[in-house]
């Protein structure tokens, strides 16, 4: 008796490991954003590009979304990415928060003057300690945060056309 | 028995409990911490240029009078607990950590069991 | 024209390995148990076959030949020769066909070595092995061939990965090979002897000599995989505990743990049920562990190219191999009961398989859990150095007492009389770390009683060679020699752990920083051009004021352009009692770079006494009495 039941047990460990096996082939294994969508933004306090004045979590405006875009002038996607953000300027439900990432003030402005300042509030992060506190891999990466200043969606890379339409239509909503 | 005695004393002797560690909190942190980008390495042996970011991180929070359990804390709210190597000691986690020990302890009542077969 | 040829190749290995499975089934079905002059040439065809397939892949690289896809992907015409070579198994394909390569050699030498068992017992064994080629030639044709032509042919191929480039990764995956896959061997030879029905005494000694080989070339992949991490990954370490690693050393508990039983059943003939589960596994914890690196679930260093078909094929191989042992293990049933006096050899030797399971239920455990918590409850969660070091620690310090008294012990049943000589030897451990826990660095309480136990086993082991040697009794050498290996190798270990310094900053050119109480210079920065890259070489001193000593160290950076990669070359001084280990790295939009700066006291012990535990089994494999 005793040695059948140690064979059940073991015939059942082996088909349910070679199950979790096959299911795991086929889970998605790109670095999720999960784990900082859904919650309250932290405290944070962020230098501005242009002036020495600082930019607090308390300075977010409660009657607007916040597009948290992270961007520097060295990267070569955030280019790809820029005439999407410039659509999304003419949005009156969206506040554009540029946060420029470890990059120099002059060829951070020299970009923006170039292709156009497609921000609302342009924000300077020198050596990329303050992008922590959005849970940043690199850049680009973008933030929707809603009016209560929950975070509603994390994008990593550049935007696309079907991010655009995603964030249109979370902020016209209702 | 003075051998026995003898050996009692020069193990006390020799485990005195050292609390001081060698290596410091700050490379244990940085040890313990996955860089989400690379492959496998952690945060003290990436070159990568978050490895750098995360390591300022932790030296200004370490800097902050924060503690190792708060930095992780922090940390794995930002990124998940998938940038903690070592795994935090919870429900889902408990059947890793137990685990080992109870198939080291059925191993030895499996050998104990062949010896006692003899004395009946 | 390499293409077809090749094609040709592995077609007529696939039709010669389907004969014998075909030659072999039929004489069993006959109950003609003998091996025909047709079976032997059919073997010689394959194992020709199939090797000049390999050898004719190795041409393609040699020559750049662009037209086949591996090659193609794989190397590039500026690569150095050398490495041109080490591209045949630097890749999913070729090490494929590597492997098949070894499965053959081994199950040709197995049917030429083991004429003298039972005929049944061989030709089962050659018909499960041949079972189990077919598998792996028909994964290779179908989903990974080494011989897949493209059109049109490209001039120049991508390129090897740089890190590859490096001479003890281009031994170290045959090694590897020959150990795990080496193990299918006796995998077929287990499912053999339970089908043939064949003595317990009898498999155990026609299996030895094959465990004891894959065990060895096991030991050295392990070994110079390693040192290959240490030189070439430049983080200064050598075990990560990462997912690729553990797999390579979950068949080897299993190999360690059936080295040591199979002498039990061979002298004793106990323990034949749970020789032949080791026998299984082994092999099954190796294509698992290739599943799980090859399929690409599991995050890693070393990233063969990904694709979920071949995860799947793969998968169901091992399903389908594990259900079949399974079944035909437990529908065999062989009464197998013994008993053992607490204090004989047996016991040791158990409890040697005990700690083994104890190492092998944690690996493995650690390895897939993350993939469970992924799949269970959608959350990604890291296993990392943390968790063996605290789980594993702690059991090794019984593991070494009782690696030390296992050798000395008689078979059957002893009375101790070492009881006087066990305290002596505990007195002098004691001693010897307290002298190093005074004289040098505390460190912690389990480092502590590690680094007693080890030289427990050290002392306990000298003892005995030196006593042994006096009175010209048989002796083991070989498992002295692993013993006496593995005590110094965890001691080292230990104190390269407690007593190695680190340090990271950042620096530029003409600055000199203060290291605890050394100080480094970084002089000059220079751009060179070499065969296949260009290297951005730092120039650093090292000063010691306490020691009065100056070095110097020039790491690189390595910028490749086939494919275009960033590699930093590690600039280690080694002697006798520490290495010094710089890497730098740049910073982006800076003109610092970040360095670090490694004291590793005692690696080349390391790497001394392990190549020492592995000489072990060679030594028996070429030494027998």
Same mark, same amino acid.
């Given at each position: 008796m005793k040695i059948s039941f140690l064979k059940i047990i073991s015939a059942f460990l082996i088909l349910f490991t070679i199950l979790i096996f096959f299911l795991a082939l086929f889970v998605d294994k790109r670095y999720s954003t999960e784990t900082i969508v859904g919650k309250q933004i932290d405290n944070f306090e962020i230098k501005f590009l242009l002036s020495n004045r600082t930019f607090k979590k308390n300075d977010l405006s409660k009657d607007q979304y916040h597009l948290i875009n992270i961007w520097a002038s060295w990267c070569l996607p955030c280019k790809k990415e820029h005439p999407t953000l410039m659509n999304l300027k003419k949005e009156k439900n969206l506040s554009l928060i540029g946060i420029n990432f470890k990059d120099k003030k002059l060829n951070a402005s020299g970009f923006l003057k170039e292709l156009g300042n497609p921000y609302d509030i342009s924000l300077i992060d020198k050596n990329g300690t303050s992008s922590i506190m959005f849970g940043v891999y690199g850049v680009p990466e973008s933030i929707l945060i809603d009016k209560k200043h929950n975070i509603v969606l994390k994008f990593i890379g550049p935007l696309s056309t079907k991010d655009y339409k995603t964030i249109l239509k979370l902020i016209n909503e209702k | 028995m003075k051998n026995n005695f003898l050996i009692i004393l020069i193990c006390l002797f020799s485990f005195e409990l050292s609390a001081n560690e060698n290596i410091s909190l700050e490379t244990k942190i940085f040890k313990n911490l996955r860089c989400i980008i690379c492959q496998g390495q952690s945060i003290a042996e990436s070159n990568s240029d978050f490895a750098q970011t995360i390591k300022i991180v932790v030296r200004d929070k370490i800097g902050q009078g924060e503690n190792e359990k708060e930095i992780y804390e922090f940390l794995s709210e930002k990124y998940g607990e998938w940038i903690i190597y070592r795994p935090k000691f919870n429900f889902v986690n408990s059947f890793l950590w137990f685990s080992p020990y109870i198939v080291l302890l059925l191993g030895g009542l499996l050998i104990f069991k062949y010896f006692r077969k003899r004395k009946q | 024209m390499l293409s077809s040829a090749g094609n040709i190749l592995l077609t007529g290995s696939i039709l010669f390995t389907f004969l014998i499975i075909y030659l072999s089934f039929q004489n069993l079905r006959e109950k003609n148990f003998k091996i025909g002059k047709d079976l032997v040439y059919l073997s010689v065809f394959q194992i020709t076959f199939i090797i000049a397939s390999f050898i004719l892949l190795t041409f393609g690289f040699v020559f750049s030949d662009f037209s086949l896809l591996a090659v193609y992907q794989n190397s590039h015409t500026s690569k150095p020769i050398f490495y041109k070579i080490a591209?045949?198994?630097?890749?999913?394909?070729?090490?494929?066909?590597?492997?098949?390569?070894?499965?053959?050699?081994?199950?040709?030498?197995?049917?030429?070595?083991?004429?003298?068992?039972?005929?049944?017992?061989?030709?089962?064994?050659?018909?499960?092995?041949?079972?189990?080629?077919?598998?792996?030639?028909?994964?290779?044709?179908?989903?990974?061939?080494?011989?897949?032509?493209?059109?049109?042919?490209?001039?120049?191929?991508?390129?090897?990965?740089?890190?590859?480039?490096?001479?003890?990764?281009?031994?170290?995956?045959?090694?590897?090979?020959?150990?795990?896959?080496?193990?299918?061997?006796?995998?077929?030879?287990?499912?053999?002897?339970?089908?043939?029905?064949?003595?317990?005494?009898?498999?155990?000694?026609?299996?030895?000599?094959?465990?004891?080989?894959?065990?060895?070339?096991?030991?050295?992949?392990?070994?110079?995989?390693?040192?290959?991490?240490?030189?070439?990954?430049?983080?200064?370490?050598?075990?990560?505990?990462?997912?690729?690693?553990?797999?390579?050393?979950?068949?080897?508990?299993?190999?360690?743990?059936?080295?040591?039983?199979?002498?039990?059943?061979? $002298?004793?003939?106990? *323990?034949?049920?749970?020789? #032949? @589960? +080791?026998? %299984?596994?082994? !092999? /099954?914890?190796?294509?698992?562990?290739?599943?799980?690196?090859?399929?690409?679930?599991?995050?890693?260093?070393?990233?063969?190219?990904?694709?979920?078909?071949?995860?799947?094929?793969?998968?169901?191989?091992?399903?389908?191999?594990?259900?079949?042992?399974?079944?035909?293990?437990?529908?065999?049933?062989?009464?197998?009961?013994?008993?053992?006096?607490?204090?004989?050899?047996?016991?040791?030797?158990?409890?040697?398989?005990?700690?083994?399971?104890?190492?092998?239920?944690?690996?493995?455990?650690?390895?897939?859990?993350?993939?469970?918590?992924?799949?269970?409850?959608?959350?990604?969660?890291?296993?990392?150095?943390?968790?063996?070091?605290?789980?594993?620690?702690?059991?090794?310090?019984?593991?070494?007492?009782?690696?030390?008294?296992?050798?000395?012990?008689?078979?059957?049943?002893? $009375?101790?009389?070492? *009881?006087?000589?066990?305290? #002596? @030897? +505990?007195? %002098?451990?004691? !001693? /010897?770390?307290?002298?190093?826990?005074?004289?040098?660095?505390?460190?912690?309480?389990?480092?502590?009683?590690?680094?007693?136990?080890?030289?427990?086993?050290?002392?306990?082991?000298?003892?005995?060679?030196?006593?042994?040697?006096?009175?010209?009794?048989?002796?083991?050498?070989?498992?002295?020699?692993?013993?006496?290996?593995?005590?110094?190798?965890?001691?080292?270990?230990?104190?390269?752990?407690?007593?190695?310094?680190?340090?990271?900053?950042?620096?530029?050119?003409?600055?000199?920083?203060?290291?605890?109480?050394?100080?480094?210079?970084?002089?000059?920065?220079?751009?060179?051009?070499?065969?296949?890259?260009?290297?951005?070489?730092?120039?650093?001193?090292?000063?010691?004021?306490?020691?009065?000593?100056?070095?110097?160290?020039?790491?690189?950076?390595?910028?490749?352009?086939?494919?275009?990669?960033?590699?930093?070359?590690?600039?280690? @001084?080694?002697? %006798?009692?520490?290495?010094?280990?710089?890497t730098m790295s740049n910073l982006d939009g800076s003109e610092f770079y970040n360095i670090k700066f490694q004291i590793k006291p005692f690696m080349l012990w390391i790497w001394f006494a392990a190549l020492l535990t592995a000489s072990g089994g060679l030594v028996r494999i070429f030494i027998k009495k």
């Open positions: - | - | 591209g045949v198994w630097g890749n999913h394909e070729g090490s494929l066909l590597l492997w098949i390569n070894i499965m053959v050699i081994f199950s040709y030498l197995f049917l030429v070595f083991n004429n003298k068992s039972n005929k049944s017992y061989s030709l089962y064994t050659l018909l499960v092995q041949n079972i189990l080629i077919l598998g792996f030639l028909i994964f290779l044709i179908s989903s990974s061939n080494p011989f897949f032509k493209i059109l049109p042919v490209p001039l120049e191929g991508l390129g090897l990965n740089p890190i590859l480039q490096d001479p003890a990764l281009v031994i170290h995956p045959p090694l590897l090979y020959l150990g795990f896959v080496g193990s299918s061997i006796y995998f077929s030879a287990a499912m053999g002897a339970i089908l043939s029905n064949i003595e317990g005494k009898n498999f155990a000694s026609s299996i030895k000599t094959w465990v004891l080989i894959s065990w060895s070339f096991q030991s050295l992949g392990i070994i110079f995989g390693s040192i290959w991490a240490y030189y070439e990954l430049g983080w200064g370490g050598f075990w990560f505990w990462d997912p690729v690693e553990n797999a390579s050393l979950i068949p080897w508990f299993c190999m360690t743990a059936l080295a040591h039983s199979v002498l039990v059943l061979e $002298k004793r003939n106990y *323990l034949y049920n749970w020789v #032949l @589960i +080791l026998s %299984l596994i082994t !092999f /099954i914890s190796s294509v698992t562990g290739t599943f799980l690196v090859r399929s690409g679930i599991l995050n890693s260093v070393h990233t063969f190219a990904n694709d979920p078909s071949r995860g799947l094929y793969i998968l169901i191989f091992l399903s389908l191999m594990i259900g079949f042992s399974f079944v035909i293990f437990i529908k065999r049933r062989i009464s197998d009961k013994f008993y053992v006096e607490p204090l004989s050899k047996e016991t040791f030797i158990l409890s040697n398989n005990w700690f083994m399971m104890f190492y092998l239920a944690t690996v493995f455990i650690g390895t897939v859990y993350p993939i469970f918590t992924q799949v269970l409850y959608d959350t990604k969660i890291s296993v990392g150095p943390p968790f063996y070091n605290a789980v594993i620690a702690p059991v090794i310090i019984p593991f070494l007492i009782f690696m030390a008294l296992g050798p000395k012990i008689n078979w059957i049943k002893q $009375k101790y009389d070492g *009881l006087k000589s066990f305290i #002596l @030897i +505990l007195i %002098l451990s004691c !001693f /010897i770390n307290f002298l190093i826990f005074f004289f040098f660095k505390s460190y912690n309480f389990i480092s502590n009683l590690i680094i007693i136990s080890s030289l427990f086993l050290i002392i306990h082991s000298a003892k005995d060679f030196i006593l042994k040697a006096k009175t010209k009794l048989h002796f083991n050498f070989s498992s002295f020699l692993s013993h006496i290996g593995f005590g110094f190798l965890i001691f080292f270990i230990i104190l390269n752990h407690n007593f190695s310094k680190e340090f990271d900053l950042n620096i530029k050119v003409g600055e000199t920083k203060k290291m605890g109480n050394m100080e480094i210079k970084f002089n000059n920065l220079k751009i060179e051009e070499r065969e296949n890259y260009n290297a951005v070489i730092g120039y650093f001193n090292i000063f010691d004021s306490e020691k009065k000593y100056q070095k110097r160290l020039n790491p690189e950076i390595r910028v490749y352009e086939n494919p275009q990669t960033l590699t930093f070359e590690s600039s280690i @001084i080694t002697n %006798l009692k520490q290495d010094l280990y710089l």
